[in-house]
């Protein structure tokens, strides 16, 4: 599970410190694209892993996450991953595929990004429609869940409905038209799952 430097990542620390065998966080400097890669590629290479869930906390936009290059194209870093120049590197990433899991998207328009994760083997991606204004009420109340074997999209439920939503966008939204502030009008945090939706902290990777 990787995290940024921020609540996400003491939240991470707190509930999931003792569900899995290792959290590794990459903020700061180390929230690069190669260090992201490099990181997933160890893992799998790893065989007391079974499974790897990803937390992405960075800023987005639509098919792009902004490591600490910059702006980089979802499909790109999916290419990046999974280069296979010679024959070690293809059984690594076919490895690799087998076991990523999990990818929680905080970033905004993470739904923009959901079928390159599951291009890259990811079982389940979750992401945003537009900008997510609501990951400081949902994320903890989603690992809450999660860590109690509750299937992802039950655990998404109580905070991604349109009653919910509106509590945490429409104020934003509303505030984007008076001032004109246009990142404000694409406010939209309801969370898109593509994948397995039934996915459990105890499902095996597939």
Known sequence: TRCSRDWSSDVCSSDLGDDYGRII???????????????????????????????????????????IEGGVRVNDLKSNLLTDRNPAEHALVATLKRKLR?????????????SAFVEMGFD??????????NAEVEFPSVLGAWQFGIAI???????????????????????????????LQKVDSLKLILGNRHLTIRSDPQ
């Not at 590629?41 to 098919?63: E, T, Y």
């Not at 992401?127 to 204004?133: L, T």
């Not at 655990?155 to 004109?180: K, Y």
């Open 25 to 67: 966080r990459l903020y700061d400097n180390n929230a690069s694209v190669a260090r992201f890669v490099s990181t997933l590629r160890a893992l799998a290479a790893d065989q007391n892993v079974k499974a790897i869930d990803v937390i992405m906390s960075l800023h987005g936009s639509p098919g792009k996450l902004h490591f």
């Open 102 to 114: 999990l990818v929680y998207n905080l970033s905004c328009f993470g739904a923009t990004h959901n």
């Open 124 to 133: 389940t991606s979750i992401g945003s429609k537009g900008v997510n204004a």
């Open 153 to 183: 999209d039950l655990a998404l439920a109580p905070t991604n409905n349109p009653a919910s939503i509106a509590v945490s966008d429409q104020p934003l939204r509303t505030l984007g038209m008076m001032t004109g502030r246009e990142m």
